[in-house]
């Protein structure tokens, strides 16, 4: 009897070990990132690599709102039977996750305002219940919403009749800021924890993270991720310009350790991006990872990924929660991957690097006004999951005509450092690029293995810089300073993502100009903070009614803070068939073993139809949204520019199936189980450079190979 006795405590012993701060529900699809940890797992293996071949349509939800560029980058959740997501309009939709079947559906501009009001994005829906009170919480522009979960009706006593703007509340005097919820907020306790998309110059909100009381809408806590007089970190700003700057702020989404009630949040670049002459210093707390109290913001840790960031590198995705052994111990751990291509790996509790960080000397800028940190955080592990640096050999060199190409445009460029910051006099090649490496699809992590899968573009960007000193006319300085880095200074954009803007004479009138302006379309933000007379001498430019000297100054308007220098305009390296200007692969997936931090395997992820019919091997595609791994064996990622979703085998890398979608999945797959059937459903909404759709796609197999 004694020895049973001892088995059991043995056996309760070591399950409580096991499952300690392991009591995620990896069944379950509830959360931005699948299970509470954010890892992307689930344990459902009714799929698995036996059969994933046998995959069909399952059902097809259509939300007949797509728009010219318009997209669904939504990870949908999965609670209680019911899937929530977000339309290209941003509504908000219930379905039976069985089915597909609508249950309900909400618009949320028939509160906030009309049909014409710009949102941008969003990217996900957060859940919270109480009792009988069961709430969706969802980003719509600069709105925080509150809706019944199983109704669709607001909740008007949230906030302002149901909703909270969240241009107020940032501790400025400003209020007329652009801001977008793009990813959803973290659910702890009856907190929701927000952080925002902001612009991209001089005119940005300082990046702060905010928790709001679920039940009311009350905000209960504030962290300056751009620190206040007197608070830890502000001293690695320019005291006479820290009030000006903006950024800094979380855009890619959090993660939350339920038991420790810590939330960690990445945060992004200081603006303005690319000259940080208004910002001396190593900026915190931008770049960052923050390890927050999430009852009170109160900081624990924090580690700058980039000082003094001046190549827009932020932190691009959401953390993973993760557990691996190292050294024979059990480490509860946070792993951050990062634009640069590197991964950094954290004891939660500690920030303590589970692999040596070490500060290495890195070029720097001679730009006028201009001071650049002199070292840079580089991990001795985990290993890269993609090249680090762009050279003569990567040059691309499919074809004669195509690296002649490239080389043209390369004839005064400066390459060969990932670390060369902007120049004054030419051009140079940011590798990795201004979308990543890592973006904000987010990593995925199977405890089995205690591997890290990460989806990554390797695509070379031009940063070409230019004196402010050469704009006489005030509605080029106004262009350039909010239309600048999209569309370019020569306004040629960068088709198809980003229209040419030259022409327009053609198109508008001045009031319909004006109108687009001040409402926003598609990808474009509305920019309704202008005042009247900054968007009224834009018009002008825009529709070519000015010319350089004309100085027309605005009545009411100071002259806002503008930057020494200007990056010219987003831009890609591409040959004029719109190759990228790198050898292949262009998108890689890749998988790293966290308990030794090497890669285990690496493979393209996409094809190029035409080149393949050419006799190249697989390149890889440019790829937006994330991977899903699962306990049968199997990694599903969809991302890829060429419309298709794949199933990998999480082991070796190869391709167990692969099927066409109505538009290009760019967004993350979620997993579930209802009724006894595994569903694997992806959002086909398109945009960045392919066709837009409107579709949610579920898959599963066919009922005759489910097993009862």
Not at 663 to 683: C, D, M, S, W
């Amino acid at each position: 009897m004694r020895k049973f006795q001892w088995l059991f405590i043995f056996i309760l012993f070591f399950w409580s070990c096991k499952s300690k701060n392991q009591r995620t529900d990896y069944t379950d699809w509830s959360y931005y990132g699948g299970p509470a940890d954010g890892t992307r797992y689930s344990s459902l293996q009714q799929i698995n690599r036996d059969n994933v071949a046998n995959l069909e349509v399952a059902w097809t939800y259509r939300t007949g709102d797509a728009t010219e560029r318009s997209q669904i980058q939504c990870q949908p959740i999965v609670k209680n039977g019911i899937l929530y997501g977000t339309t290209p309009r941003l509504h908000v939709f219930a379905l039976d996750a069985e089915t597909g079947e609508e249950i309900w559906r909400l618009d949320p501009f028939e509160i906030l305002g009309g049909e014409n009001s710009w949102a941008g994005t969003n990217r996900g829906v957060s859940y919270w219940e109480k009792g009988e009170d069961k709430r969706i919480l969802f980003g719509a522009g600069n709105w925080l919403m509150a809706v019944n979960a199983l109704t669709g009706e607001p909740i008007r006593d949230f906030g302002d009749n149901g909703k909270i703007d969240l241009r107020k509340g940032l501790d400025t005097d400003r209020e007329d800021f652009l801001i977008v919820a793009n990813a959803p907020g973290m659910v702890f306790e009856d907190l929701i924890i927000m952080g925002m998309r902001l612009s991209e110059g001089l005119d940005a909100a300082p990046g702060h993270i905010r928790a709001y009381h679920i039940p009311t809408g009350k905000l209960e806590w504030i962290f300056h991720t751009i620190p206040h007089e007197g608070e830890e970190g502000y001293d690695t700003w320019d005291p006479l310009y820290i009030q000006q700057i903006g950024g800094a702020n979380n855009w890619a989404g959090m993660a939350v350790d339920y038991e420790r009630g810590i939330v960690f949040v990445p945060t992004g670049s200081a603006t303005y991006d690319f000259w940080g002459g208004y910002r001396q210093g190593d900026n915190l707390y931008a770049n960052s990872l923050l390890a927050l109290d999430a009852k009170t913001g109160k900081k624990i840790w924090h580690f700058q990924g980039v000082h003094h960031d001046i190549w827009d590198r932020d932190f691009p995705s959401p953390p993973s929660l993760i557990r691996v052994e190292k050294d024979g111990e059990w480490i509860d751990a946070v792993a951050q991957t990062s634009k640069q291509g590197y991964t950094y790996v954290f004891n939660r509790e500690t920030g303590e690097p589970l692999w040596p960080i070490v500060e290495q000397q890195v070029p720097q800028s001679i730009m006028p006004g201009e001071n650049t940190s002199p070292t840079q955080p580089i991990p001795s592990l985990p290993e890269p999951f993609m090249r680090m640096v762009f050279e003569e050999k990567d040059i691309l060199n499919l074809k004669p005509e195509w690296e002649a190409d490239i080389r043209t445009q390369l004839q005064n460029a400066q390459y060969g450092d990932m670390w060369l910051p902007p120049h004054p006099d030419y051009p140079i090649v940011l590798f990795p690029g201004m979308d990543g490496g890592a973006e904000w699809g987010g990593s995925a992590f199977d405890p089995e293995s205690q591997t890290l899968f990460v989806n990554a573009n390797q695509i070379p960007w031009l940063i070409e810089m230019t004196a402010n000193a050469e704009f006489e006319n005030l509605g080029q300085t106004v262009y350039t300073n909010y239309c600048g880095n999209c569309h370019g200074l020569e306004q040629k954009g960068n088709p198809p993502a980003i229209p040419a803007l030259i022409g327009l004479e053609e198109k508008y009138s001045p009031d319909s100009l004006h109108f687009l302006l001040k409402k926003g379309r598609g990808a474009m933000p509305a920019f309704d903070y202008l005042s009247d007379e900054q968007r009224e001498v834009l018009v002008e430019f825009l529709l070519g009614k000015t010319e350089k000297g004309d100085k027309k100054e605005p009545e009411s308007q100071n002259a806002p803070l503008a930057p020494r220098y200007y990056m010219t305009g987003y831009q890609k390296l591409l040959t004029k068939e719109g190759l990228y200007g790198s050898n292949p692969p262009w998108g890689v997936l890749t998988a790293l073993d966290l308990r030794t931090g090497l890669k285990k395997w690496q493979v393209p992820l996409g094809e190029i139809d035409s080149l393949t019919q050419m006799g190249f091997p697989k390149t890889g595609t440019e790829n937006y949204g994330g991977p899903a791994v699962t306990a049968g064996g199997l990694l599903f990622i969809a991302a890829t520019k060429d419309e298709k979703i794949r199933a990998f085998d999480k082991e070796t890398g190869e391709i167990l199936w692969e099927a066409k979608l109505p538009a290009a999945g760019h967004a993350t797959p979620a997993v579930y189980e209802r009724n006894g059937k595994q569903f694997l459903v992806i959002a086909c909404g398109g945009g960045k450079g392919t066709k837009s759709g409107d579709n949610y796609v579920a898959f599963a197999l066919p009922d005759q190979l489910i097993k009862n």
